[in-house]
């Protein structure tokens, strides 16, 4: 069984800074898709970025960007120029690849979860 | 596209109690999911299905029932609610061919069990 963990409860940032959230997560599999959500105060569930473990390159969406560290299990989101829209609760999800590049049915395992707020 | 729509948006059920989460998507998604959010413990998954007719259990079971009858609905059933059943409730599909691996959320279910 995978598990994820998120170890800072919250965190803040003043506007136009950079932020990193952590993220480590334990596992034996070798193939996996690494993910983060953001969950602003609507509840909906948004995509953030995702990073497929077989790329070494670490994904970029934009202002949003991770370190990826696969020998230390290790998942940052880095946040850069913050803006007050980015104020949300963070999750960081795992999730196993089957065979031939498949996902898991869809099965996710996420970790507990950062509140970021971004100040004006 | 409607996306993942769930139904009620809200609900407050008494101990005891029986009621249906309702959960529909409209993209033909073979893959649906349900996950409960609590505070400090992130999503859990509660069962799964991979297609009409076939489910399974996650990681937090106990308690509800599923079923799908068809591609579009995957309701979740509490039998008899429970306090610990209160949290707020989520369906997802996605699809199931090679590397989709975007899950498609729907808007959430808060549920409270006095």
């Known amino acids: 069984a995978q598990t994820v963990t998120q170890s800072q409860p919250e965190m803040s940032v003043q506007e136009a800074e950079t932020v990193t959230l952590s993220c480590t997560y334990d596992t034996s599999e070798s193939n996996y898709y690494l993910f983060w959500y953001k969950q602003p105060p609507s509840r909906q569930m948004i995509l953030v970025i995702r990073?497929?473990?077989?790329?070494?390159q670490n994904a970029t969406e934009n202002r949003f960007s991770v370190n990826f560290q696969k020998a230390a299990k290790s998942f940052c989101l880095k946040i850069s120029d913050s803006q007050l829209g980015d104020t949300a609760m963070y999750f960081c999800a795992f999730m196993k690849q089957t065979g031939a590049g498949g996902t898991s049915y869809g099965k996710l395992t996420f970790g507990q979860g950062t509140i970021l707020t971004v100040h004006p | 596209n409607a996306g993942v729509t769930q139904t009620p948006k809200f609900q407050v059920l008494k101990t005891g109690q029986s009621m249906t989460l309702q959960c529909a998507q409209d993209m033909n998604h073979e893959y649906m999911s349900w996950y409960r959010q609590d505070p400090g413990m992130g999503l859990r998954l509660i069962h799964y299905s991979v297609g009409a007719g076939i489910t399974d259990q996650g990681e937090v079971p106990n308690g509800y029932n599923v079923s799908r009858s068809t591609t579009e609905d995957f309701p979740l059933r509490l039998l008899s609610a429970a306090p610990s059943q209160t949290s707020v409730y989520f369906c997802?599909?996605?699809?199931?061919?090679?590397?989709?691996?975007?899950?498609?959320f729907g808007p959430g279910t808060r549920l409270t069990v006095t």
């Open positions: 990073q497929e473990a077989y790329k070494q």
């Open positions: 997802a599909s996605s699809y199931s061919w090679r590397g989709a691996y975007e899950q498609y």
